[in-house]
């Protein structure tokens, strides 16, 4: 039972263009999300979050949108550079599990060719 | 900071064999995790402490698996014993936990220890 899914598992984009990743959940109690970057033999890193109260946070050239009634967000960065090739998880919490569990995507590998 | 540490990086070890994995979060946090990656499942969360103490372990595959967390800057994971389908990389995160009344999302994740058994 996948609760949260990201359906493109690559996603090719051409260097200063815009990267969207997506993902989608099903459960109506999450309320805090996050997404997570991870290079090759590296732990992921933190990116960007949004609480459910928002629709949209901005972090320079990372944008995450929330669209609650379609149980869907996703993340926007402008420009791509090389650099931003990695894969990248989307992750949800719990209204109930403050400060604890995270429900993470199979993830999405973005490559941004020069 | 020094971040998450977990030794060690890599493991390969025989079936049936006990393998031990480490983690030492980050000073001050008070929540670990320990985490499973694999190309079928993905990220799973396998358990996590708050303050030392098991919270939730329900993603723990089987018996096979347990997990400790002595004090505030040690954790293991042990599985005994090993099978071929434990295969996967096994990271341990840490996060801040409640910060005056609010709790801090934000995990921060180790290098990962990329466990092979025979």
């Known amino acids: 039972d996948q609760q949260v899914k990201q359906n493109s598992p690559s996603l090719s984009v051409q260097e200063g263009r815009i990267s969207i990743l997506n993902c989608d959940y099903t459960?109506?109690?999450?309320?805090?999300f996050l997404w997570y970057k991870k290079y090759p033999a590296e732990g992921p890193t933190f990116l960007i979050s949004?609480?459910?109260?928002?629709d949209k946070n901005e972090d320079g050239r990372f944008t995450v949108f929330l669209n609650k009634s379609a149980k869907h967000l996703s993340l926007h960065i402008v420009p791509s550079q090389p650099g931003d090739s990695a894969v990248y998880f989307c992750?949800?919490?719990?209204?109930?599990?403050?400060?604890?569990?995270?429900?993470f995507g199979q993830g999405t590998e973005l490559s941004v060719k020069p | 900071d020094a971040g998450v540490i977990q030794s060690p990086r890599h493991e390969v070890t025989e079936m049936g064999q006990e393998v031990t994995l480490r983690c030492k979060p980050i000073?001050?946090?008070?929540?670990l995790f320990w985490y499973r990656q694999t190309m079928m499942r993905g990220l799973e969360l396998l358990i996590y402490f708050n303050n030392n103490v098991p919270i939730d372990d329900s993603g723990m595959p089987e018996d096979r698996f347990s997990a400790k967390m002595p004090n505030a800057s040690f954790s293991t994971l042990k599985i005994q014993p090993s099978e071929p389908r434990d295969s996967a990389v096994y990271f341990c995160a840490s996060s801040l936990g409640r910060v005056t009344g609010r709790f801090q999302e934000t995990q921060y994740f180790g290098p990962g220890t990329r466990l092979l058994v025979l």
């Open positions: 000073s001050g946090h008070n929540s």
């Open positions: 459960n109506s109690m999450f309320d805090y």
């Open positions: 949004i609480s459910s109260i928002k």
């Open positions: 992750a949800a919490r719990g209204i109930y599990n403050q400060g604890g569990k995270l429900i």
